[in-house]
């Protein structure tokens, strides 16, 4: 596909908004982002440590987190059709409530097992917050630098994601007091959504395709979400514990993580920027064969903390771009009218990977240790990479990637 059919594919339908509105449309829904991730990165860790207070067993822990992925499967298949019904400002401003009351209701619910329907319900309006706030950036990027639009966007998310544990040690963990900063700033992020009302895409019914059929549509792009959300979740559940096995005590293993993440900020906008003017299904394939080389060096670097700081700086901060680079083909790629059903097909992918990433990941320290870590790693990107070019053989590298 040429670069002129690629650009013109996302905006070929329905939304045709002139620069300025292109800017604010944007602008506003990085900021509710932004915003809301400032308050779900306080939320989080408030959460698993309350329930340690009182009295629940890392296993349970474990499965109260593990709420969030099945609630976005569960869900977020059905935003692209109550959007296109209810409209994307509607829809957003109720998931901004539905999560904001339901943060302020784990402190002032007795007992644990509430917690879960609690965790399921909070989980599925940030969960729809994330598919329309993409899809709105995604149909308001100019064509030429969506890639660059997305790299900022991520930015920005993970910059306000970097907040919230501050902000933890600012006001501390006991009392309703930190639940209640965090649901407002959970319920901020409606400010820019409301000053931008009139400038939200509508949502077309598209092709009613399943999961599977966007994955079709573009295997690529999809692949990508299922990769990155398998490999972040390992990284920052599982690196911790791989450090301990190699010799770094518990502060040091935990510093490993910061390069991951700090590799993850400074790689997106580049990246994104590079997507525009080169193949973005290349870039894909590239980073990912460059992370498979990655994760095979992490044991070779791994009795040196300088080298090993390195590979994981820039494994990392390549890693993370999966996700800007794979949204980007998303967009460029995906007619106007399955858009919208496509970002919820990434983004449960993406979840998809978030519950299976730790048990293969994990499984692999535990059955070769310590550099079962990276084996694991290392399978999951070639596997991906494997796709890519499968997908390529078929034909649908050039046409829907």
């Not at 944007?26 to 779900?40: K, P, Q, R, Y």
């Not at 499965?63 to 059905?78: D, E, H, K, Q, V």
């Not at 109720?94 to 917690?115: D, N, Q, R, Y």
């Not at 997908?391 to 829907?400: N, V």
Request: charged share 10%; aromatic share 8%; glycine share 14%.
């Amino acid at each position: 596909m040429t670069r002129v059919q690629e650009s013109s594919s996302a905006v070929e339908a329905g939304w045709a908004p002139s620069d300025r509105e292109r800017v604010a449309a944007i602008a506003a829904a990085i900021v509710c982002v932004a915003v809301v991730g400032i308050g779900l990165s306080l939320s989080i860790p408030l959460l698993s440590i309350e329930m340690e207070r009182r009295g629940a067993s890392s296993t349970l822990i474990g499965l109260n987190t593990a709420m969030a992925g099945i609630s976005s499967i569960c869900i977020l298949p059905f935003v692209p059709r109550m959007a296109a019904r209810f409209g994307v400002i509607p829809l957003l401003t109720a998931s901004l409530v539905i999560s904001t009351v339901s943060l302020i209701a784990f402190p002032l619910t007795p007992g644990l097992w509430p917690w879960f329907p609690l965790r399921f319900v909070f989980s599925a309006g940030l969960g729809v917050l994330f598919v329309l706030s993409e899809y709105w950036i995604n149909a308001a990027a100019p064509p030429e630098r969506r890639g660059l639009i997305l790299g900022v966007y991520t930015t920005v998310l993970a910059l306000g994601f970097g907040v919230g544990p501050v902000l933890i040690a600012l006001v501390g963990t006991e009392g309703p007091w930190p639940y209640f900063l965090g649901a407002a700033l959970v319920l901020a992020g409606l400010l820019p959504v409301l000053l931008a009302r009139g400038l939200s895409p509508a949502v077309e019914g598209g092709a009613g395709r399943g999961l599977l059929g966007y994955v079709r549509l573009a295997p690529a792009a999809l692949l990508a979400a299922l990769t990155y959300g398998a490999v972040e979740t390992g990284i920052f559940a599982i690196l911790p514990l791989y450090g301990l096995r190699i010799g770094y005590d518990a502060q040091g293993a935990a510093s490993l993580v910061s390069l991951i993440a700090l590799g993850n900020v400074l790689f997106q906008i580049p990246f994104g920027w590079l997507a525009d003017r080169i193949d973005r299904v290349s870039v894909l394939l590239g980073t990912t064969l460059a992370c498979a080389v990655g994760s095979a060096l992490i044991p070779v670097a791994s009795g040196s903390a300088l080298g090993l700081g390195t590979i994981l700086f820039l494994w990392g901060g390549l890693a993370g771009t999966l996700y800007t680079v794979g949204l980007a083909t998303l967009g460029a790629r995906v007619p106007q009218g399955d858009l919208a059903g496509a970002n919820a097909a990434f983004v449960v992918l993406y979840n998809v990977g978030l519950i299976l990433g730790p048990p293969v990941i994990g499984g692999g320290l535990d059955l070769i240790p310590p550099d079962g870590f990276a084996y694991a790693l290392l399978l999951l990107f070639l596997a991906y990479a494997a796709a890519i070019l499968a997908s390529r053989g078929r034909g649908a590298g050039r046409l829907s990637p």
